[in-house]
């Protein structure tokens, strides 16, 4: 086993047709102004055009054009255990608008294992917090991911952002909806 995970790709996915490579632009990253601890793209430098800080309509994270069809939301522990119990009503509400969006995900920068674990936080209990994620998943189809690092998380979320673009332009562009002939 490695000691560490092993840095992002140059470039997550290629698309090609016919053993070509298209030649795709890239997307710009785009950061909600009230994300506290964003997530850095800084070190994706091959993967967009840009990053720029903007305030959101909905989550945290976009692409520049499809801040309509795509949006990711980000929550650290606290976050997430506060969302879900104090602040639920106006969380589920927004779950609820992130539902409508044809690309969405909420990745939680912590383990399962952590979101299992008993807190210091008296009366709240983790399979509270569990089964809300999998209401939210099988409920609203929102998708979730968890990352054991900020770091992992941004590649995640980097990589997600990404593709969806590129699958966005593929279809617009007439090239179908996969990677790679008879693939993805």
């Known amino acids: 086993m490695a000691e560490g995970p092993i840095p992002p790709p140059t470039i997550p996915v290629l698309a090609e047709r016919g053993g070509t490579q298209l030649k795709t632009p ?3 990253v785009l950061v909600d102004t009230r994300e506290q601890n964003p997530l850095d793209f800084s070190r994706f430098k091959g993967w967009f055009a840009g990053i720029e800080r903007k305030a959101l309509k909905l989550g945290d994270y976009s692409i520049a054009g499809l801040e309509e069809v795509c949006v990711v939301e980000r929550k650290d522990l606290s976050d997430l255990i506060h969302s879900f119990t104090s602040d639920r009503c106006v969380f589920i509400h927004r779950l609820r608008q992130m539902a409508q969006y044809p690309h969405r995900l909420l990745l939680v920068t912590s383990t399962l294992g952590a979101i299992k674990l008993p ?28 990352s054991e690092t900020h770091a992992l998380g941004e590649e995640l979320v980097a ?10 332009w593929l279809e617009a562009n007439d090239y ?4 790679t002939d008879n693939d993805l």
Do not use: D, E, K, W
């Not at 999998?134 to 991911?145: R, S, V």
């Not at 990589?159 to 966005?168: A, D, G, M, T």
């Not at 179908?176 to 990677?179: H, M």
């Open 26 to 28: 890239c997307p710009v």
């Open 159 to 168: 990589s997600y952002l990404f593709q969806v673009h590129l699958y966005q």
């Open 176 to 179: 179908g909806r996969f990677l």
């Open 119 to 146: 807190y210091s936080i008296a009366g709240v209990n983790p399979n509270r917090i569990t089964q809300s994620l999998i209401a939210m998943l099988a409920g609203l189809q929102i998708p979730f991911l968890c």
